[in-house]
């Protein structure tokens, strides 16, 4: 079949000698030369589980394309570990690394004059990056997700990365030993692949095959399991109908297909973060989608999984109870999601899942029955109010409540915050307040699992609210609201709260309030100074100067 060819212009064209030269040199032949270049994206990198396994996987890809007359060719990206940098200066960097993996996708393919991508991703920000690189070129396009961990194990207690902090949190609350903490510590993390509940990772591989981006089952599959290297070897087979047919991503991501992702993600009791990436995704697509089209899904969708760090099970248990796909259908037969969006089979989502048998759901399995769900509406809950004029993201699944007041303790970094959880100066009953942290104040948005896991650990989870400008990692639980918009260092009313404050958090009226009078704000305005950030050079003054607001998906070219 003919098949549109960008890479003509560098591999078969007599005015241009110089590229041919030098694609020679690498050692094409003339039938590579001849055939659609695919480049492939690693974020493969030897420091951190999510990512070790990335590049073996592209090197498997690259074998496999001349069996369907392709001519992959390997290509590297960056990935920031969550993990690693949580709870230190390096975590700004995190989020930033999404738009920085976007932009890189786009410069080495269009640069390149490549005819399509595959993409391989396993940390959290490596997906939406991918997409958004993915929709900025615009042709055939195919994510691999790198796939989940096993489940770590510690005196027979099941682990995952979450189990480290809460440790920690522990320790000092004298709740744990010295010896079991290193237990715990050695044990939580066996081997490769990303974090094991339904944290960003899990979240937003999910989303993005509800969106119809990536193969049947990419996101269930188990980093070290033999499916996950046979989808290696077959997405080949996949981008060859993708380019026959010239289907692009932006025949695929539509508003309908964000909309699966959206319910997959509330379904499955998925992270925040999915709330920014999604709406950088609709951003990137020139697709019409806000927090108040989230907001409205989440008030007609249940959650129905009970998945850590919430509730009890790992994405490798949903693996042994069908997958991914075994849950969408059970999801598209009660009515949750358009099942005519294209995907990048070639088939509709509905045809994907046609022969597939629907998940056993049960109160004591992964997935609950749509009739008696664990939630009657989404845990992603869209808030605003005096304290967020423009909106606010929680995380509520109901256990743990529905509302809460307390007087807030307020902290201008993370390591203030950490500090007085550390010292106990954090008691039941407050409302703990880290702000300075926003897309432009941290600078980079940083998460705050270290904060909210040592308030779990040190037994306050239940009786302690917090709120932050910046947001969360998919691990966290507990009373938590960020993305709190506007954000302190541009002046938002979390940049005025004292000590003391009465804050409520309401998930019936969907609201976050003080009892501070508009009035009040504004005498205290007069005196507000905008936080210094010292030190800020190359990457992170460029995403000071240039990042978006949480609420339009802290995307950094709207500008």
Partial sequence: MNLKKYSWEISDNDEHPAGKAMLYATGLSDKKMKQPFV???????????CNMHLNDFAGLIKNSSQDHDLTGLVFNTIG???GISMGTMGMRYSLVSRDIIADSIESFILGHSFDACIALAGCDKNMPGAIMGMLRIDRPSILVYGGTIASGNYKGEKLNIVSAFEAFGKRINGAISDEDYDGVIRNACPGAGACGGMYTANTMSSAIEAMGMSLPYSASYPANSPEKLEECRQVNKY???????????????TRKSIENAVRVVIALGGSTNAVLHLLAIAQTARIDFTLQDFKALNAKTPMIADFKPSGKFLMEDLHE???LPAFMKYFLEKGFLHGDCLTVTGKTLAENLENIDPIVASMVNVIHPV?????????LCILSGNLAPDGAVAKITGKEGKAFTGPAIVFDSEQEANDAIRDHQVKAGDVVVIRNVGPKGGPGMPEMLKPTSMIIGAGLGSSVALITDGRFSGGTHGFVVGHVTPEAWTGGPIGLLENGDQITIDADSMEISVAVSAETFAERKKTW??????????????YNKLVATASEGCVTDKF
């Fill in 39 to 49: 480049g492939i994206a690693s974020c493969g990198y030897e420091s951190n589980p």
């Fill in 80 to 82: 920031i570990s969550d």
């Fill in 239 to 253: 981008m060859r109908i993708l380019l026959e047919r010239d289907t692009k991503p932006s025949d695929i991501i």
């Fill in 321 to 323: 109870q069908g997958g």
């Fill in 371 to 379: 009739e008696t769900p664990i939630k009657p509406e989404g845990h």
């Fill in 529 to 542: 100074k905008q936080k210094e950030v010292p030190g800020l050079q190359g990457t992170l003054k460029k």
